[in-house]
């Protein structure tokens, strides 16, 4: 019963087996054969119907051979008969090439498994077969691709290009690392990429962190000293890129390096001379022929250009320097900063190559100072500081494709070297003109420091100088044009000192000129200043007072005396804040308050076309009347103390009492050459003091009548030219030296003698 249970237990167990294969023979993905020891097949499956285009019905007792190419048929019964006599169990892969035949006659390549099996009939062989095409066709594109790439980096020989284990041993080496560093193959394979790098660096343990940071970053770009096999350096460029698995695993790292040597020395020379070059000056044009010089020696070109931006204008300022002639000129010009090829490099701070400037996209008219010179292609370098765009640099040719991709590499490495030296070149520039503006400023305070001035302070408290007083206050604050008006001697440059103390403008300089004092053929140098050469006598560059007063106040007295020649280009600068140095072509920007004064009437001289209408309604903004001395009468003894103080301190006397018959006197007079005529006469008498009472000349003032019938039928002119006249009598016609004329009524030889030619006063009439 036992032994029953047992057999059909195992009938069972036997009948399970026999399914599963027959399930697997099914649907097995490769093609299955049995063939007996004689080689005839006596079952397929279905997969083999498909992969070799038989039926089951036309395999079965058909030798195996009908599935082997024809090439192959002869030999292969007696590989089969040496396979029975030895029968063993031959997996797939061991690197046979097998081939197999369909019905149609085509092959394909086939991978081979035979597993013997023992049967109650006998031995029978068990074949499966797998078709290997697709994966002969990747393993051929693999290796055609490597191939490929094998022969690309052979062919590259500007590059060493080369692999290192994750150790960082080299193993690989293309043509062109021998080239550049003197290892062949078999000398440097299996050794340490360290000996490529100087004693310094391997003391520091450079090639190490550079393989730590690769790994970490995935890349490293670095630049530096490289060692050769005979021991010479050059200038590496090195690139080195990890190289790792599908699962991350490092593999090792791929090497990229270049020969840079020519460029760093191109680089450092041109350093050199653009160092030269500011130590010996901050011109950008000798800037500009530097640079050319400097890339001349690695880029031979015909022309530079340099384009900077001004930023108040948004304008591109070029200058121009053509190299290739026997004498370089050097050319100037201004284009907006949009739509031409300057503003794109500039704009998108992106380097440009033009092969044909004709055939180029860019606005004729920005190029055509470059075709004025022949030029016909360029690289176009943006220049960048650490803070702003700067500008570009052009370097060009008359030669259409001058310049490869490698020159135009070359250019933008010198170009970050350019940008640093133009910008301090600016900086320098700029520093040395606030410096030169300081220097003038303190030269011009200086002289007025030196020059005596009548007031220290405004003196008096009448109701006629208090209205003045007040729209003093009220205009000071503010940039508006203000005009003067008053009679000579009343105190109108004061006025104006007094509106710049008390204007935003204060900490700036107050510069002053009077238009009567200068002649009319050097007036405008004096306001505008020249340049070099501008006419005979210029022998050296002159700033104007204008550009001197930019940021402060300037001050034209006797402005009815300037010249109706020189009235509009004053109008221009007032109104455009721009002037251009005699003999110039330069726009100087100018930020300047003016201040104007004249004893003159103005609204006449327009009338009779002496002075333009245009400029006057510009200078008469806000006009100022500043009063008469015999107007404000309760001032006049404020200001015969103080004079009289101010003198005897200077002239080392003590003048303690003032009689009061002196003072009522002084009081009573008109004075028609106002608080100039009172001081000069103080001062006179103070001079003649002997003690401590002040003594006054009485005799030399004339008692006038009453204030009404002294003022009644004059006008500001007839009483200067009376007083005047008076003066002139008093010092029998003698104008220069201390008693002359000028030295009593206060005034510089030359300005008494623009007025004597003013009023129309001739020797005749005082002799």
Known sequence: MHLIKSEHALTTEESLSKSIFERIFEFAPDAIFLVDTKGLISRSNPRAEQMFGFTQQELVGQ????LIPERFRKAHPTHRSQYTAHPHSRPMGVGLELHGLRKDGTEFPVDIMLSPIETAEGRIILAFVRDVTEKMKALEAQQTSERQLHSLVESVKDHAIFMLDPEGKVATWNSGAERIKGYKTEEIVGQHFSRFYTSQDVERDKPAQELRTATTLGRLEDEGWRIRKDGSRFWANVVITAIRDNHGQLLGFAKVTRDFTDRKKAADALLLQLSNALISNVDIRRLLSAISAGIQAVVPHDCAVLA????????????LLETGEIQPRMLEAITPAERSSASKAFTSAAPLLLDNIDTSSFDGESLAL???????????????????????????????SAFSQRELDLLCHIASQVASAVDNALAFRHIAELSEQLKREKQYLEDEL?????????????????????????VA????????LGETGTGKELIARSIHRLSHRRERTFIKLNCAAIPSGLLESELFGHEKGAFTSAVSQK?????????????????????????PKLLRAIQEREIERLGGTKTIPVDVRLIAATNRNLEKMVATREFRSDLYYRLKVFPILNP?????REDIPLLVRYFVHKHSRSLGKTILQIPDEIMHALTRWNWPGNIRELENFLERAVILSKGPILYVPLAELEQPGSTEEASAGTTL?????????????????????PEGAAAKLGLKRTTLNSKLKKLGIKRQDHI
């Open 63 to 66: 030798p195996i051979e009908i």
């Open 308 to 319: 900077l931006h001004d930023p108040e204008s948004d304008m591109l300022r070029i200058q």
């Open 370 to 400: 470059l075709k004025t010179v022949g030029i016909e292609s360029g690289c176009w370098l943006p220049l960048a500081s650490k803070e702003h765009m700067i500008g570009t640099l052009v370097v060009a040719s008359r030669g259409r």
């Open 450 to 474: 030196n020059t005596e001035h009548q007031f220290t302070d405004i003196i008096g408290q009448s109701d006629a100088l208090k209205r003045v007083l007040k729209q003093v206050e009220t």
């Open 477 to 484: 604050p503010t940039d508006a044009t203000v005009l003067v």
């Open 543 to 567: 700033i104007g007072r204008l550009e001197l007063a930019n940021g402060g106040t300037l001050f034209l007295d006797e402005i009815g005396d300037l010249p109706l020649e020189l009235q």
């Open 628 to 632: 008469l001395l015999r107007d404000r």
């Open 717 to 737: 002119e007839s009483n200067e030219r009376e007083h005047i006249l008076k003066v002139l009598r008093e010092t029998k016609g003698a104008i220069a030296g």
